[in-house]
């Protein structure tokens, strides 16, 4: 599918956000917390504000999944936490072991970061590996995301490679960025992601991460993902926002 992706960005500039759109966007959002300096009411907070809203998951440092996973019982929102966070080393056993230990902790996903430099490096073969591995010590139910950390790979040509790659070795989800470069996410890598994730039938979700701060934001994302992969498909099986002040928007009185 050859996009037109000026088009695609017009259109949502120009749609207009409904309650059943806004309610649809929060049960997609993973509410996500990364700081380092939360405290334990910290994340009780954010736990309970995401079960009163019914997002998809809230995201939390592996140090936090204890008290997390306490807060979350018996709620549908799903407990979500990083490895190898933020910047993507090539310590692919070391990677495996903290998946095994949030597991083992409560986490029902774990997102992961590319081997960033390997990847610059085009050995993006490194990046399968690591999944691989993970996947292993994971077991086959939890939700692994690759986060690609898109605007430090830039390239398109690179960014799809590495999407590929992950595809190949079994992953979940495909994420733009950690959050913590100065470059998040972009609709043109968006819609690389999106492109691979239709190549793979669907199989693989979308995660839209770094810089979604506004509905407006999320409705520019939301419009290229239905566009190439249909409006059933946008659940949070498939597709998520990492992009909690988002939140504060679509649930304001």
């Not at 509410?31 to 300096?37: E, M, V």
């Not at 590929?164 to 609709?187: C, H, N, Q, W, Y």
Request: proline content about 3%; charged content about 25%.
């Amino acid at each position: 599918m050859r996009l037109d992706l000026d088009a695609i960005l017009a259109a949502a500039d120009a749609r207009e956000m409904d309650a059943a759109l806004a309610r649809r966007f929060v049960e997609v959002i993973d509410l996500t917390t990364l700081s380092g300096d939360e405290t334990e009411a910290d994340i009780e907070s954010l736990c309970a504000r995401a079960t009163a809203h019914g997002v998809a998951a809230v995201c939390v440092l592996p140090e936090a999944v204890a008290v997390a996973a306490r807060c979350l019982e018996g709620s549908a929102v799903k407990l979500a936490t990083v490895a190898n966070f933020p910047h993507g080393g090539d310590d692919l056993a070391g990677t495996a072991d903290d998946v095994a230990a949030a597991v083992a902790a409560g986490a029902q996903e774990v997102d992961i970061v590319a081997p960033l430099e390997a990847s610059l490096e085009g050995d993006v073969g490194l990046t399968g590996e690591l999944i691989t591995l993970c996947r292993a010590a994971a077991g086959p139910t939890t939700t692994l995301k690759l986060i690609l950390e898109t605007g430090r790979l830039e390239r398109p040509e690179l960014i799809t490679a590495v999407a590929r790659s992950a595809v190949m070795a079994g992953i979940d989800f495909l994420k733009t960025s950690t959050g913590k470069i100065e470059v998040g996410a972009t609709p043109e890598a968006a819609a690389l992601l999106f492109a691979v994730a239709q190549e793979a039938d669907g199989r693989v979700g979308v995660k839209i991460s770094g810089g979604v701060r506004t509905a407006r934001d999320a409705m520019r994302y939301w419009q290229i993902g239905e566009t190439v992969m249909g409006d059933a498909w946008m659940r949070s099986a498939h597709f998520r926002f990492g992009a909690s002040r988002l939140l504060d928007e679509l649930v304001q009185p």
